[in-house]
């Protein structure tokens, strides 16, 4: 039987911030979606990891993911390993230009201990034969995005078809320039279903539609407001509607930009490859890789985003960097990875769903703290004074103590509950009350 096409580990040896660090990565369901999730401060690698994968999958060793990743490699002994779908290789930069690539031909020749038809040397063979002409067929395919994608509004004048491989640019992250792409798609996928359904072909037209549901369904969900996309007539351009009102795309907030920017993108480039069975296209086995996708997103909308993937995606193997402990805490059944150190093996821990942002921020974020520095500098200090009243209760003391529990209590109504209730232990305790008459006994 043969491997499903997904990661089973990486191994980063003197690259970016890595001396050697291995990340083993679960295999899921044999069809479902496994949700890997990178988490730590800036500067830990996680960028860095999320890049040494795609570019497994990269054919293009001087693309710009390519030269970003060369320039994290330390010397001659930095090299990346790797297993992918049971197949085992290994990359490294070529001795002449390590600035400049990543050497093919050294990347070729080391993929050591494969089956005869190698699965990684297939796909890079038919990926490159699909540039030329549009006969090769696809059981799994690579796309990553990062949040910082831009979207612009463009206006399209007529149906024409789309130019160029689904494949190109599809592993670079920062995409820049696609905007007239997906929207010439969409106005395509309008015209096309349109005329295969006045043939009385209904239901062959709600499959070309299909994806252009996907990206109307997703939106709607993130944002809880109707979206979808308008075909106008006249003059002729696409525009979109938010709970029924039109809108230009310049018009739309950053949010929803960023987003329909990478998922629109994917499903154009899902939609241009010839596959190699009849899967509805939420079924398709794919990987991406998602460099902080949240980053222009309300808290709300980051505590939706990724519980949104695996209901429009079903069998992909993702690969998520993140700041916010809001999508920590909404993936339920996912993988998490702590970015804490860089060396040995980096475990997963299983999803958040149920913990508190609290408990969020102080497991996989290393932040225990509630508050802001100045209230929690004022706390620790309140604890200290108060520590030192129990043992000795002088006029001193008391007179400094319940100072600081009044600068505390005016910070707010949840500093002032804490206060309260430390100042009635402290009263239990020592039979000292020190709010007289409700009031905090402040000194002049």
Known sequence: MEEHPRFDWIQLVRVGPFNDIRLNFEPGAEDGTVLN???GVNGSGKTTVLEALAQVLCLNVNSALAQRLASRFWDAKSIVRFSFGGEVGEYWLSSNRRQAMINNNSFSAELQGLPSERKLLRYFDAVSRYQRRRTEEFDFAAFAYSGRREFESVQVKAIQDLEGSPFVNALNFDNAGASKNLVQWVANTFAKSALIEVEGRKDEADEIRWPMR??????????????????????????????GKRFDWSVLPDGIKSE?????????????????????????????????????LHPAWQRRILPLVPKI??????????????????AENA???????????IKPAHGSAG?????????????????DERTEELLIKFRAERDLFMKDQTKARQDRL???????????????DIVSAELVQIKRHTGVDLRAGGELDIPN
Request: charged share 30%.
């Open 355 to 371: 913990m508190s942002l609290g408990a969020i921020l102080d497991d996989s974020f290393d932040v225990p703290e509630e508050f």
């Open 402 to 416: 319940s100072y600081i529990a009044q600068e505390l209590s005016e910070r707010g109504p949840e500093l002032q």
């Open 260 to 296: 329909i920017s990478w998922l629109a993108d994917l499903l154009l480039r899902m939609d241009g490859i010839r596959w190699s069975d009849d899967r509805p296209i939420q079924d398709r086995r794919f990987l991406l890789f998602l460099d902080e996708i949240d980053i222009h």
């Open 214 to 243: 996907l990206i109307e369904r997703f939106i709607s969900e993130l944002s809880e407001r109707e979206f979808r996309f308008v075909l106008e007539q006249s003059p002729f351009d696409v525009r979109v509607e938010l709970d």
């Open 37 to 39: 999730i990178f988490t």
């Open 313 to 330: 995606f079903r069998n992909a193997q993702v690969f998520v960097s993140t700041h916010s402990p809001f999508v920590v805490g909404s």
């Open 335 to 345: 993988y998490i990875y702590k970015f804490d150190s860089y060396d040995g093996v």
